[in-house]
């Protein structure tokens, strides 16, 4: 594999047209995921973005997408993944744990959890990369990623 680099995306980024690609929520606008709380970041390889990973800085751990809006902050200890996708195979788990890693380090986040869709792809992709399921709601599911 090609060296990786994990960069924070910002809003002119995602104007390139990365947020159609959300398979999960792309209804979510620009200016949502940019907010104060959150952060997008890509992995980039040779100038090409190989995957996209949105995270969101909570208070408590969110069960629904409202949960997520209301529990945001920017001092949040639990980094909350709430969308990923990629357009290379292996870049999405790069990115989680890589992003992760740099959480861990630059923020002091030890917390790393999923609001995933109930969705049996979702449930593989977690669990195959050694997240374990937190709980289950009506809506979404929380994997927790230990480091």
């Known amino acids: 594999m ?3 680099l994990l960069i924070r995306m910002d809003e002119a980024d995602w104007k390139l047209g990365y947020c159609k ?3 999960v929520r792309p209804h979510l606008p620009l200016a949502w995921r940019a907010t104060e709380g959150r952060q ?3 992995l980039e390889e040779e100038g090409d973005i190989q995957a996209v990973v949105c995270v969101a800085y909570c208070k408590d751990i969110p069960l629904t997408e409202q949960e997520l809006d209301e529990l945001s902050t920017p001092d ?3 980094a909350v993944f709430y969308t990923v996708w990629s357009y290379k195979k ?3 788990r790069q990115m989680v744990l890589d992003t992760a890693k740099h959480l861990k ?3 002091g986040i030890n917390h790393f959890v999923t609001l995933s869709p109930l969705t049996h ?3 593989r992709f977690h669990t195959r990369n050694g997240a374990k399921l937190l709980k289950r709601g009506e809506e979404c599911q929380n994997f927790e990623y230990k480091l």
């Open 2 to 4: 090609e060296e990786t």
């Open 21 to 23: 690609d959300d398979p």
């Open 40 to 42: 997008v970041f890509g």
């Open 76 to 78: 949040g200890e639990y």
């Open 90 to 92: 292996g870049a999405g």
């Open 105 to 107: 380090e630059e923020r």
């Open 121 to 123: 792809m979702a449930e």
